[in-house]
Nanobody
Framework: QVQLVESGGGLVQPGGSLRLSCAAS????????MGWYRQAPGKQRELVATITSGGSTDYADSVKDRFTISRDNAKNTVYLQMNSLNPGDTAVYYCNAKKITLRPTPDYWGQGTQVTVSS
């Protein structure tokens, strides 16, 4: 059974920082592409950042130079370091795991962690 458990969300003031973590189990973590997505109230879920099994990263334009995604394969954990947060970053943040192959594969999701940026 695949489980993705996010942690690290909370309330932070504009300009502040948070570090999200996502601990994975039930998958061979090292071969999965891991990602962070977010969903704000009334909006669709959007990609924030991804990191491949080889360590290549990709970011949404809105978070480039502010957020950093990383992974620790020994701990089966992916992180999202978020700096210079602004109210527009307020959302529920979801961890995603997907094995990239030539054939369709399922997406696995965590339960989400709330990030609120407010003074």
């Amino acid at each position: 059974q695949v489980q993705l458990v996010e942690s690290g969300g909370g309330l932070v003031q504009p300009g502040g920082s948070l570090r999200l973590s996502c601990a994975a189990s039930g998958i061979v973590f090292s071969v999965y592409r891991m990602g962070w997505y977010r969903q704000a109230p009334g909006k669709q879920r959007e990609l924030v950042a991804t990191i491949t099994s080889g360590g290549s990263t990709d970011y949404a334009d809105s978070v480039k130079d502010r957020f950093t995604i990383s992974r620790d394969n020994a701990k089966n954990t992916v992180y999202l370091q978020m700096n210079s947060l602004n109210p527009g970053d307020t959302a529920v943040y979801y961890c995603n795991a997907k094995k990239i192959t030539l054939r369709p594969t399922p997406d696995y999701w965590g339960q989400g962690t709330q990030v609120t940026v407010s003074s």
